[in-house]
């Protein structure tokens, strides 16, 4: 994750772009090629231990989340992002923040799910994104696991 960045522009929906250090050169590794959709104002990384994934808000209200995946068909060899989800918050989100999860020091971990002794390692190595909008709204986007979700 040192090497790569996401870039958001009006037109061109988001690009996931990399430094490659031995050209000292940067380049559009992926992009999100949709057309006819809504100009977006806001992008962040999603960290879920190894799994790294890519959350965009847009001008409608939604909050979009992308995957790099080259050896997937859609991708098209991963000059693709894959859509895999899109949540509509009913506002414009214009603000990211990654925070670090899990326990710090003697603090308790507090959640909204109850977290056993053996989640609590793969809970460390997460973020969670924080976003804020336009009217004031603050939220958080933060992976789950299975179990949890269901």
Known sequence: ???????????????????????????????????DVPS???AQFLVDNSHLAFLMSDEAGNICLFNY??????????????????????TNVNAWL???????????HTSLFS?????VKSITQQQTCVWASLDGSVGIVRPISERQFR
């Open 69 to 90: 995946m080259p050896e997937t068909q859609e991708s098209n060899g991963g000059e693709r992002l894959v859509l895999r989800g899109v949540l509509n918050v009913g």
């Open 40 to 42: 977006p104002m806001a």
């Open 98 to 108: 990654r925070v670090k999860g899990g326990r710090h020091h003697d603090q308790r």
């Open 115 to 119: 977290v056993s002794p053996l989640d």
């Open 1 to 35: 994750m040192r090497n790569l960045a996401i870039a958001c522009d009006m037109h061109d929906s988001m690009s996931l772009i990399r430094f490659q250090e031995q050209f000292k050169a940067l380049s559009v590794a992926s992009r999100d090629d949709r057309t």
